[in-house]
């Protein structure tokens, strides 16, 4: 599997548009072209069991899951509806990418 060019980047905001966590807004903290998926702030929360370790305690620790990049939109920074992205070329030659429904620049 070819790794793809994400048009979504680590720390933009995204809404969940399908699963369990359908409709839920979060930051994206890391993204995983090779496999087309990226890691949600609070969104795909699974449960680990860790051992006891002499180097920490063990425990039940909640954590995030990866999300296929099909699964999560870009969030409008105007409107914060859902909404695709889009790239534009700005008069001093820089590309930049945009909200395809409001037109605003992403961050």
């Not at 980047?9 to 087309?36: C, F, H, R, Y």
Request: net charge positive; glycine share 12%; proline share 2%.
């Amino acid at each position: 599997m070819t790794a793809q060019k994400l048009k979504i980047k680590k720390g933009d905001q995204v809404i969940v548009l399908t699963g369990k966590d359908k409709g839920s807004k979060g930051e994206v903290l890391k993204t995983m072209p090779s496999e087309s998926r990226v890691l949600v702030q609070g969104i795909n929360m699974m449960t680990k069991h860790n051992k006891q370790t002499q180097a920490g305690a063990g425990g039940i620790e909640k954590k995030e899951a990866s999300i296929h990049i099909s699964n999560v939109a870009l969030a409008d920074p105007k409107s914060g509806s859902a909404t695709r992205v889009g790239y534009k070329t700005l008069k001093d030659g820089k590309k930049v990418r945009i909200a395809r429904k409001s037109g605003e620049t992403v961050a």
